[in-house]
């Protein structure tokens, strides 16, 4: 046989044969399609032979498993353990594509779908897709349409596809459509059937090579069981009208794309079943009127539809010159990609139920990339592991006490106010304000300052506001001076938390403590996970005993860990909770200029955090970003931080007071001060992680208020497991989570507003009130 005759046989057996398009599915396990499998490799059918099923189960496992990073032994093993003693060549299913005479060893259907599908989360959540798994979308017209098909199945927007079309690939098609020269000649629904099986095997598509016509068209959308989506894309404006008509009546929703200015339409006739076809753009026509109309006399009613002032510059005059200059209405591949985006992206959400509306849409690139359009870019500061130091310095400058003999005066009170806004307070907030006359000053908590869910009965505004008298106290008397402190002195006026009265005591000793006043600072670093020195537990617990509370120190290793999964969670909570994250969010200081306009709140520069740690910070700003994480049960990232720390910590510490209420807060704020001074003194870093005792008191002494069903759940079990671990106490109040570690020093410091805006004097002297 001549060369020429070979190929007029091939060509003509190429283009009769339209039943090779399906793929053949086979299970080693099975004896029968076992020695099917074999004959056929025996015989020397195949190709190409590709087996990498170990590999998708290693890689099923680890999206499982994000943050797992095993070895190559334990990957091994654990791939091993999930064939379940199975030799990989049984597992799975053997994919034979006819076509192409390849072989390809694929995952079981539900694990591939997992695995192809993985990268979708979570822009499409696992329920999501679910749900748009069992789905069945019917395609007519594959132009636009087989890239629609395609870009559906590759996203997972259905499993169930029927797609028509009764032309075939020619080579003027290949300027858009995905092919090959080889398929030239091809029926074009077998070519998508072909490229949509060759990313999932396990899609079921029937193909109507005949097109859709007046015959067949109920069938195609109703036939074993009505399609939820009908994408038309026919040439024939006859059928066009003619499937919407039949659409109309089964109640389905059509989409189509026109590969024009990214023109999409929307018809809702699921929720609209008696919306006019088309938008209403050919009222008055049905589809009988349009049966069998010259070319000629179907251009006005295709004009109706495109409308004159919906087209692009250069379509317009292009419909002018078809069957003079050019043969068809001219389409881009960009177009057609275009086209397939936007309607894969809305036909998942109509499924899903997010999108609901009828109508026409443009997503046009030329209107919405061009001269004059640019979006407004905002510049962040690039996040950096060494953030500037706006303080300069970790240690305050030296605060002038008053001189020994001196009369206290106001100069005085300043300077003692000065020490006394030193101390800590929750976020950073101050809540403090003074107020002199003569030599009694009041201690108020600042109302203008906003309340927030971790401050329950404003328990850390005393506690801070009694950590602020102890320096006030320490300062008086290594200056010489006595100072009589009395809390909460006028029932009827709570925010006077204290009145503090002050005489001369030449002879007072000095205090040690008061040298480490400006020296104390929030330790965020990280030290080396080495033993609390015994002298050190020793000198802090007796610290805690000598006034008045009791220090509970966490040091066993399995009992840092734990905890450090405890705060995690209470960190997951809270970043993840609407309310808390706002007020978390509003503490933080994000640039040196706002953090010498403000000198209160949180410097990030003060967290010592890398630039990957700032970045993910950054991000996470944003709360509608942490609703959609909540939703989904994810979130677990914010847990990290506080493992990492508790793992650099040589010891966690829990702060207790008999009593329970504000006279508690208080005198445990003194207490608290004092101990932080006396870690600070023995060169320990200090850093409070108290969010969960808070967020406890919440819960337990106000039944949840301002805080869900979920969260309020979510705390009673960590109730639970810190209890296990640091014993609560009824009668106590638990004042102050914190860690300790050898970590170096601070890199920078939170600053404090000037004592001018937080100190008022008035006219005259004024007598210490008397209980009432």
Known sequence: MSLE??????????????????????????????????????????RAVGDTLTEQVAELLGTRRPAWRPSEDELAEAVAEHLGGRPPLEYGTWVWYPWSRRLAHVLPEPEYRELRQSRNQYKITAAEQAELTGRTI?????????????????????????????????????????????????????????????IDPYLDITIWPEGLTEDNVDAFLTGDGRADLFIEECDDLYIKVFARERARAHGIVVLMETNERGMLDVERFDLEPDRPLLHGLIDGVAAADLKGLPVRDKVPHVMRILGPENLSARMAPSLMEIGHTLSSWPQLASGVALGAAVLTDTARRVLLGQFTASGRFFVDPAELIRDGAQARIQAHPAPSAAPEKPT????????????????????????????????????????????????VLHCRTDDTRPTTLLDFREAATHLAIGAAVENIDLAARAAGWACHVRPFPDPVDPGLVCELTFSRAPHTTRPALVDWIDRRATNRRLGPARPLDEAHRQALTRCAADSGARLHLVTDRADLEETGRVLGAADRLRMLSPRLHREMMSELRWTPEEVRSTRDGIDIATLEADATDLAGLSLARHQPHLAFVRDMGGGRAFEEGARSSVAGSSAIGCLTIAGTGSRASF??????????????????????VTVLLYLLARVERGDGAGLDATETATLHAL????????????????????????????????LRRGVETVLGFDARPASPRNHT
């Open 392 to 439: 300069g310095t970790v240690r305050s400058p030296a605060l002038p006490l008053p001189g020994p003999g001196e009369a206290l005066g106001e100069e005085g009170i300043r300077r003692l106010v000065a020490y006394g806004i030193q101390a800590p307070s929750g976020g950073n907030v101050q809540p403090w304000t003074f107020r002199a006359r003569g030599p």
């Open 667 to 688: 005198d445990g704020g003194r207490a608290l001060q004092r101990l932080w001074l006396t870690a600070t003194s023995l060169g320990l870093g200090f850093q409070p």
């Open 138 to 198: 019917a395609v007519a017209g594959l132009s636009v349409g087989a890239a629609s098909a395609f870009t559906l199945a590759q996203e997972g927007v259905g499993s169930r596809f029927r797609i028509a079309d009764f032309d075939r690939l020619s080579l003027s098609n290949l300027n858009r459509l995905r092919a090959s020269v080889t398929d030239i000649g091809l029926p074009k629904v077998v070519i998508a059937a072909r490229q949509m099986y060759e």
């Open 719 to 750: 109730r639970k497991r810190l209890s296990a671990i640091v014993p609560q106490r009824p009668d106590e109040t638990e004042l102050l989570l914190f860690r300790l570690s050898y970590a170096p020093p601070p890199t920078a410091r939170a």
């Open 5 to 46: 005759a070979h190929i007029n046989s091939l060509v003509r057996r190429t283009a009769d044969d339209t039943s090779p398009w399906r793929p053949r599915l086979f299970s080693a396990s099975d004896p029968g399609q076992r020695a099917e499998l074999t004959g056929m490799l025996t015989r020397g059918e195949a």
